[in-house]
């Protein structure tokens, strides 16, 4: 699974889903634009939330019910390459 770093208060986390052709669970947050090295790129191009990734970064994505439309890149004039992951297992956590 990816997680946020630091506790549960810090990170933000909001919830989390099993994404269907891999298998792997996903941390989620509301995106606040201040991600590291990223800052509000993706509120500026329309993405309402940051995934945890393995390796301590994240992905700019609009989670939804049953799908994300996650951003796995960037094209040549900096527009989003996006992807759509079918999800399982989503459940938004109450704070």
Do not use: L
Not at 32 to 58: L, M, N, R, Y
Not at 69 to 82: A, L
């Amino acid at each position: 699974m990816s997680f946020f770093p630091g506790s549960y208060d810090e990170n933000r986390a909001m919830g989390e889903f099993q994404e269907k052709e891999f298998g792997k669970y996903f941390e989620y947050r509301i995106s606040d634009g201040t991600a590291e090295g990223q800052g509000d790129w993706g509120i500026k191009h329309g993405f309402t939330h940051e995934i945890a990734i393995c390796d301590g970064s994240v992905r700019f994505a609009n989670v939804k019910k049953t799908v994300v439309y996650v951003c796995v890149d960037s094209d040549e004039d900096g527009n989003p390459i996006v992807e759509k992951w079918n999800i399982k297992n989503h459940r938004i956590w109450e704070r």
